[in-house]
């Protein structure tokens, strides 16, 4: 991996980048409550006394890949995935409905204005923080950098430094070269004599 793949996203997307990757190939960060309080609570959304149920557990699973399926649409063309560890198809829909939820406000008490949330449970404004987020690096430009990794078995957010923004794998030596391997595997088969398309057409009239 270079120094520029390596690069996160500048703050405060950042903390929208390390959310979507706390579910790896190898685990999840926050796959219980109290995995999400404690993740939370390092990142200065949460009190650190509050307690989180397994509902609110859920709700942030459901931002999170959420995010993931709005971020895999700044790759272009968008590539959707059939495994099941890589995108869901109803994630974006489900993200819609959730944020309208979590209310956002204007706050004219901070130079410059923000967003912020406006609800009463504390988790529920640690997420609707992170969409927020969300809206201001659409604002400055900077969204369009947040990509998932085009690797179906991957889905890896990262931020793309280049200058062209064509960036589309969050590792070359990792994730690019196993999909460039896959293409070159299906390039041979293809043109295997076994293969059909390379069978002549036999006339059974």
Known sequence: MTEQEGAAAPLPLRGVEEFI??????????????????WLHARGLLPADTVVNAEQRDRAETVREGLRALIADNNA???????????DPAARTSLAQLARQLPLV???????????????????????TLL????DA?????WSRLKACR????RWAFYDHSRNRRR???????????????????????????????RPEVDSR
Not at 21 to 38: E, F, K, S, V, W
């Open 106 to 128: 204007l706050d004219l008490t901070t130079h410059p204005p923000r967003l912020a949330p406006n609800g009463l449970d504390p988790v529920d404004n640690a997420l609707a």
């Open 21 to 38: 990757n706390t579910r790896r190939a190898d685990g999840d960060d926050i796959a219980a409550p109290a995995q999400l309080a404690h």
């Open 132 to 135: 927020g987020v969300v809206a």
């Open 151 to 154: 690797e179906p078995s991957c």
């Open 77 to 87: 063309p968008p590539v959707a995935s059939p495994r099941p560890d890589g995108l």
């Open 168 to 198: 589309t794998w969050c590792s070359m030596e990792l994730c690019g070269n196993r999909a460039k391997a896959r293409a070159s595997h299906h390039r041979k088969t293809s043109r295997s004599p076994n293969s059909s398309a390379a």
């Open 138 to 142: 659409v604002a400055a430009g900077t």
